[in-house]
């Protein structure tokens, strides 16, 4: 026989717990008030007292409960093939979240060219007070290979210096664009000169990155022409900033550099000229696409929120 009417209630899903679906789904594989209880962790009494809170709000019984069997009725066997695949994706919804929020643990490395200025530094602090539980590594990436370490997977994201025109790469937050300064030897004759214009640098040999990096970065970087077109001859190229400052030194040619570099690295060999007339030195911040993570995306709003940034200019070679 069957047992006693649902108890009446109002009708609708106003307080509906999330409890009481999962309970009527376990109820339904286990057919057995004790079974799920176990399952759920609950007495066998917390059982039945969702089920009737559940079969309350519906209006109707879910459940035919004997001395000897337990089983759906029709609207429940109907119920529950309806409210499965929603739950499933809710669990699933739900699932992915958590495991996006674990995400922002572990550890981030960062790399950077030149040097980590201030504004990036900022952004570094502010995503350690976000996320406390992700621990950071910066990391210097070669001046002649600013995409390689994302590539191989040595750094995580990178503030790298503009351009980037890279299919597999993503370019996020542009910030800490700079004036450019010319590195020269202070036995240079232009380096008594408080500035200098972008056409003075025709006839000046300027030293550049090597390979690995892309043409149109190295070219970024160091010009073959003046904005009127006259030609910049082309000077030594080199691996790493400090290789650069040396052949600087040496007076094998010169050097450009944005303000917070040259300010970093100065030396008594090595004097730096402001350069009117130039497109400004920008960082960006990039990431392979194929290896973004939460940890990824969540520096990345860092930066975004902390150093008020522009949208990414065009990608041009």
Not at 25 to 52: A, D, I, M, N, P
Not at 72 to 99: C, H, I, K, Q, W
Not at 219 to 245: D, F, K, M
């Amino acid at each position: 026989m069957s047992g006693p009417t649902a108890p009446a209630g109002p009708v609708g899903t106003s307080g509906l717990e999330l409890r009481e679906l999962e309970c009527f789904l376990v109820l339904s594989e286990e057919l057995h008030f004790g079974r799920t209880g176990e399952r759920l962790y609950v007495s066998q009494s917390r059982v039945s007292q969702l089920l009737r809170s559940l079969e309350s709000r519906i209006g109707a019984r879910l459940v035919d409960r004997t001395s000897r069997r337990v089983r759906l009725t029709p609207l429940g066997e109907e119920f529950r093939a309806s409210l499965r695949p929603a739950y499933d994706a809710l669990r699933a919804t739900v699932d992915g979240a958590r495991t996006a929020a674990r995400g922002i643990e572990g550890h981030l490395t960062i790399g950077f060219q030149g040097t980590a200025d201030d504004r990036i530094m900022r952004a570094i602090d502010a995503f350690h007070t976000r996320y406390p539980r992700c621990t950071t590594r910066i990391v210097e990436i070669p001046l002649c290979d600013p995409f390689g370490a994302l590539r191989n997977g040595t750094v995580d994201v990178a503030a790298a210096l503009l351009p980037v025109a890279e299919p597999d790469l993503a370019l996020g937050p542009v910030f800490s664009a700079q004036q450019q300064t010319v590195a020269l030897s202070v036995r240079h004759p232009l380096a008594s000169r408080a500035s200098l214009s972008a056409e003075e640098l025709a006839g000046l040999p300027l030293i550049s990155p090597d390979e690995p990096a892309p043409v149109y970065w190295r070219t970024a970087q160091a010009p073959a022409a003046t904005p009127q077109g006259r030609p910049i001859p082309a000077g030594p190229r080199v691996s790493t900033l400090q290789e650069g400052l040396t052949l600087t030194a040496a007076d094998r040619g010169g050097m450009l550099l944005c303000r917070p570099t040259a300010d970093y690295h100065g030396r008594r060999d090595v004097v730096f000229v402001p350069v009117t007339g130039l497109p400004h030195s920008v960082l960006g911040v990039v990431h392979h696409t194929a290896r973004e993570t939460a940890r990824v995306r969540a520096f990345i709003t860092t930066v975004r929120d902390v150093t008020a940034v522009t949208s990414p200019p065009a990608r041009t070679p």
